[in-house]
């Protein structure tokens, strides 16, 4: 399969902090890629320089080919990669509908509008819960609901490529099951390109085909699903408390 | 008192009152959207005013259209300040947008008092001066102008602001920029919008308050202190609330005037004020959490 997106050599910075060193990545068509690694070791400033809400100090962004670098969050969205980002922040004020309707905001309203009515419905298919509750204000939500609403908001976008930031943060087990269930479902139904960040790297790592491990803004290790799965030194500084 | 006065200062009161609750509503949109109170807003209502006078006397166009003219001029001034004053220093803290805000105010002001004079000017109103007579109490046509307005463009932000996807995305904004953005909602346009409407809002109010009140090049920083003071009265960054704060201190003072001195009425809006703060910090219709990220 052929690549989709790739980082060379990304450096970020934050003031002084250096919190991305020299990352090199790839994640090819149809793949889910898992980033792992500890608090602070620059997984959300990674997707956030992906979707531009930060700048690179240095090295180049690629997407398909397209150039990214430098490109602001909008044109990202309209180059087709939708970012659900860390702790979901939904529009807590708007009804559900809304969240998923500005989900499409950079899509034509006018040509568009039947396809945006019907991804809506997908949307609804996919999330019953969320047609349930489409006229209640979104902070209204559970922490599970909100996040399926985030994830809904972004593919209301159609994009090619999503980016999740920690989507299982604070969920009990049985929804964080059956939200990466979804994560599956999207990548296996819609050939949706995944770029997954979890604290739980076991289940991360279950149903992705590759990973990357982060640490101090470094990618120390990188290799199949399995490999990593199998490796000591992942185990032990990132899978030994999966229980907690 | 006699009914009929009572009537009276009511209704001047109201009319007062939309006036201070559009400039209120000014400030609300811009602070909702950015964080920032705009001390300009009260110039946005003196150049309503004080435009349509120039566009009548000095270039003779009739009032209807100059009165248009005016608000579009506004709101082009709005734009210009979010373009020139905030956009290039959009990544300062808050406090310092603010007290930007108050140096464009006085720049406003001046480049007024210097293309305009230090004159006080009139405005013929709308549909002439005869008084309609209600219940014993004599309504200027130019009051049933100013009431009308206000409502129609509080129903027009309204259904802007639920009805329409760009009202929306701009709630979006000033509920959570990142996210906005992460949607594709172009922040920093919204921020320009949320000046122009801003400016728009509170021109429409400087136009059809003129005709009343009379105008000059500084009735801004009277008007911007109600407006501020209506903002805070009904809770800061809720519209509704900015628009019944307005309404509030406008019906207060035209009975303060009324009843008491009018040599205080100005006063009496701040000690209103003041007197609220220290029961409900929140303004009346405040939400509890007013926290900003
Ligand atoms: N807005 C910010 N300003 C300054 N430093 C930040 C900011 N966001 C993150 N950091 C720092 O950058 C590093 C990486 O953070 P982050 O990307 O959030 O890590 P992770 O998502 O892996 O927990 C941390 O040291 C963090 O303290
Ligand atoms: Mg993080």
């Known amino acids: ?244 | 008192m006699d009914p009929s006065s009572l009537l009276q200062y009511l209704i001047t009161g109201l009319t007062l009152g939309s006036t201070y609750g559009l400039t209120a509503l000014g400030f609300t949109i811009i602070f909702n959207t950015t964080g920032v109170i705009n001390f300009a807003q009260g110039e946005f209502v003196m150049l309503g005013g004080m435009m349509s006078v120039y566009f009548t006397r000095v270039l003779g166009l009739g009032e209807p259209v100059a009165v248009v003219l005016a608000v579009v001029g506004a709101t082009v001034a709005g734009a210009l300040v979010e373009r020139l004053a905030i956009r290039p220093v959009r990544d300062c803290p808050t406090i310092n947008l603010i007290i930007i805000t108050i140096g464009v105010s006085i720049l406003i002001r001046g480049l007024a008092m210097l293309a305009w004079g230090k004159d006080t000017h009139v405005l013929e109103p709308f549909s002439g001066d005869r008084p309609i007579m209600v219940l014993g109490a004599a309504v200027m046509p130019q009051a049933l102008w100013v009431l009308a307005v206000s409502l129609l463009l509080l129903a027009g932000l309204k259904a802007f602001f639920s009805g329409t996807i760009h009202g929306k995305a701009m709630l979006a904004c000033s509920h959570d920029p990142k996210a906005a953005s992460l949607v594709g909602i172009g922040v920093q346009r919204m921020v320009l919008l949320s000046f122009m409407i801003s400016a728009l809002v509170g021109a429409v109010g400087g136009v059809i308050l003129t005709p009343i009140t009379m105008t000059s090049y500084d009735v801004g920083i009277m008007l911007g202190l109600k407006g501020f003071a209506a903002c805070i009265l009904g809770g800061l960054g809720n519209p509704f609330g900015a628009a019944a704060g307005g309404v509030i201190l406008g019906v207060l003072e035209s009975l303060g005037a009324g009843f008491v001195s009018s040599a205080y009425k100005d006063a009496l809006a701040f000690v209103i004020l003041l007197a609220l703060l220290f029961v409900k910090p929140s303004g009346l219709f405040g939400l509890k959490d007013t926290k900003r990220v």
Not at chain 1, 10 to 20: E, K
Not at chain 1, 76 to 100: K, M
Not at chain 1, 160 to 172: F, I, Q, S, T, V
């Open chain 1, 1 to 244: 399969m052929k690549t989709l997106l790739s980082l060379k050599n990304v450096d970020v910075f934050y003031g002084r902090i250096h919190a991305v060193r020299r990352a090199t990545l790839h994640v090819r068509q149809g793949e889910i890629v898992a980033l792992i690694g500890g608090n602070g070791a620059g997984k959300t400033t990674m997707l956030c320089t992906i979707s531009g809400l930060n700048r690179p100090g240095q090295g180049s962004i690629l997407f398909g080919e397209e150039e990214l670098t430098r490109r602001s969050p909008e044109q990202i969205v309209r180059a087709g990669i939708s970012h659900v980002p860390e702790g979901r922040l939904v529009f807590s004020p708007l009804s559900v509908e809304d969240n998923l309707r500005l989900g499409a905001y950079t899509r034509p309203r006018f040509r568009d509008r039947a396809a945006i009515a019907e991804d809506l419905e997908t949307m609804y298919a996919m999330f019953p819960v969320l047609r349930e509750r489409r006229a209640q204000a979104a902070g209204t939500l559970s922490g599970g609901e909100q996040q399926m609403l985030a994830i809904g908001r972004a593919l209301m976008a159609r994009p090619r490529m999503l980016l999740l930031d920690e989507p299982g943060m604070g969920l009990a087990p049985l929804v964080v099951r059956d939200i990466f269930r979804h994560i599956v479902e999207l990548r296996d139904r819609l050939g949706l390109t995944v770029l997954l960040v979890e604290q739980n790297a076991k289940s991360a790592l279950k149903i992705a085909d590759r990973g990357y491990v982060l640490e101090n803004g470094r990618v120390i290790l990188q290799g199949s699903a399995a490999e990593l799965l199998a490796n000591r030194d992942v185990q032990r500084a990132y899978l030994g408390r999966e229980q907690d």
